[in-house]
């Protein structure tokens, strides 16, 4: 058994499970439905006493408790599921990963991914950085394709997350979103954490913090979660006239959705978002209807992964790797430019 311990911040829902699934650490993996289980079960202290009644009150600073059960281990075993390596050493594994694939496993999804893939091409990752996530310094979505490294060693899996840690990976993604980010628009500059920089880089600030009501998601905060930076350039608007386009996303922060919260704050999400972005289409004066259907039914958000860059943990050297757009974003971008 072990006690989690938090404490509700400022405006927590009317609800006790409600607050909880907003407030509890993102680390612990507590859906609503689990805390209400919780709550149920009298493992719930709140202010140190027992609650058992999901829809009890609980106020803005309020100490809570919840008793965990130990979770039952479960193996995570090789497979051989192919890999494209960009580059690997002693130290470390830059992967390319196709879109689809789960870095490691979790409820849902406990076999097939990533860290199944490597613990195969490389037996010995499996004491390195922790025994669920070994090797695994950073991540991306299942559904967003690209480069990411992986740690074969401790010291390169210390090396590589203190330069995570302190913003100075390079991490640039390339991504088709709706409608064309334009300085001349004045919607953006009322647009909270929105700036313009240099006349064509935009800039977007906010905190992120887990969506209020939806723990699988992330939302732009006014109060609380963490900082998160991401800059924007157009590299190509799509369409007549321009109903996307191609940009390209430098990361300062690495919180989880980023770009895509981000993009979709900006009033831009990205095609085939299923999470962020709604139910936009584009329209067909501007890209013909080839491109509107193939924009429609694009199965994953249109996000790519393509430079990666850091200092080698063992040789100090500065590595830079590139990763070129993916089949089905090529054909994306090809409907798109009519």
């Excluded at 209020?212 to 007549?240: I, N, Y």
Aim: proline share 7%.
């Amino acid at each position: 058994m072990s006690i989690l311990r938090f404490t509700l911040a400022a405006d927590p829902p009317p609800r006790l499970d409600k607050a909880l699934a907003r407030d509890v650490p993102e680390a612990a993996a507590l859906s609503r439905s689990r805390l209400a289980r919780l709550i149920a079960e009298g493992a719930v202290c709140v202010d140190g006493a027992v609650v058992t009644d999901a829809k009890a009150r609980a106020g803005e600073g309020a100490e809570v408790e919840i008793a965990l059960p130990e979770a039952e281990e479960t193996e995570i075993l090789p497979e051989a599921i192919p890999l494209a390596v960009v580059f690997e050493d002693g130290d470390l594994i830059v992967i390319d990963k196709p879109a689809g694939m789960v870095v490691h496993p979790a409820p849902g999804s406990p076999s097939g991914t990533l860290v199944n893939a490597l613990l195969h091409h490389a037996p010995d990752l499996s004491g390195v950085g922790g025994r669920r996530r070994p090797g695994i310094v950073h991540r991306i979505d299942k559904d967003t394709s690209g480069l990411l490294v992986v740690a074969k060693t401790d010291r390169a899996h210390h090396g590589l997350a203190a330069q995570f840690e302190a913003h100075s990976a390079r991490r640039l993604y390339r991504a088709m979103c709706h409608g064309l980010p334009d300085p001349a628009d004045p919607r953006l500059r009322g647009v909270a954490g929105v700036r313009w920089e240099d006349g064509a880089t935009l800039r977007i600030e906010t905190l992120l913090a887990r969506h209020p009501t939806d723990r699988q998601k992330q939302a732009v905060s006014k109060a609380g979660g963490r900082r998160a930076v991401t800059r924007m350039r157009v590299t190509e608007p799509l369409g007549h006239p321009p109903a996307a386009a191609l940009v390209e996303c430098r990361l300062e922060t690495g919180r989880t959705h980023q770009i895509r919260v981000h993009m979709a704050h900006a009033g831009h999400a990205l095609i085939g978002d299923p999470t962020y972005g709604g139910r936009r289409k584009l329209a067909l004066r501007s890209v013909g209807q080839a491109g509107a259907a193939l924009a429609a039914g694009f199965p994953r958000q249109a996000l790519h992964a393509a430079e990666l860059g850091f200092t080698h943990p063992g040789t100090g050297e500065d590595l830079l790797f590139h990763s070129p757009l993916p089949d089905d974003m090529k054909e994306l971008l090809a409907a798109l430019r009519v």
